[in-house]
Nanobody, 121 residues
Framework: QVQLVESGGGLVQAGGSLRLSCAAS????????MDWYRQAPGKQRELVAA???????NYAGSVKGRFTISGDNAKSTVYLQRNSLQPEDTAVYYC???????????????WGQGTQVTVSS
């Protein structure tokens, strides 16, 4: 079984920074995209940032210039560095990945359990 485990959430003041990590574990043959989503109270889950296996990145307009996604292929880990945090960045942040396990070599879309980030004004 493949698992995605996020860490690094918490409480931060407006203007502060936090880095989220997401590590994929299990019998993994390959990983394609790794993404970060967030869901604020009463809102739909939205894509925040994505990184492909080749390192190509993509960001939502609301975080471009403030958030940076990066990956460590050797550790099967993706990071989200978030600077200049604002109260509207408060949300549960989820990691997602397209993962192919050794069990079937087929790509499966996997989700982490989510980590809460609260930005106080």
């Amino acid at each position: 079984q493949v698992q995605l485990v996020e860490s690094g959430g918490g409480l931060v003041q407006a203007g502060g920074s936090l880095r989220l990590s997401c590590a994929a574990s299990g019998s993994i043959w390959g990983i394609n995209d790794m993404d970060w989503y967030r869901q604020a109270p009463g809102k739909q889950r939205e894509l925040v940032a994505a990184i492909s296996s080749s390192g190509r990145t993509n960001y939502a307009g609301s975080v471009k210039g403030r958030f940076t996604i990066s990956g460590d292929n050797a550790k099967s880990t993706v990071y989200l560095q978030r600077n200049s945090l604002q109260p509207e960045d408060t949300a549960v942040y989820y990691c997602a990945a397209e993962v192919a396990p050794y069990s079937d070599f087929r790509t499966h879309h996997c989700w982490g359990q989510g980590t809460q980030v609260t930005v106080s004004s």
